[in-house]
């Protein structure tokens, strides 16, 4: 019985998720399998290499975004999942912004990030 899990996510640029995933001190690895449960291993296209026996991996769909796969029990072992992913997704935001602002011409615009 397979321990990986499958999430919807609303990631579509390859190249801004690996480099947002550098840019967290994650190392990163394409085409490479996503290290499960009991040595239980699935294939992706982007893989996080994580601290321990888990990984996190995205696999493009055929709309061009990408689910997230991992066995979350596991990496939930070394690592706050929430935390961990929610990190993800904000760098993955903030440099998707910063590219879409570039390519409008803005070289020098700053991102400001406010929470309410």
Known sequence: MSHFSTLRTKITDAEILKASLRDLGISVKTEADVRG??????????????????????????????????DLWGVAKKHNQTELINSINQKYAVNKTLSEVKQRGLQNANVKLVLQ
């Open 37 to 70: 449960y009991n040595g239980q291993r699935v294939r992706s296209d982007i893989v996080a290499v994580l601290e321990g026996e888990y990984d996190l991996g995205w696999s493009r769909n055929s709309d061009g975004s990408f689910d997230l796969i991992a």
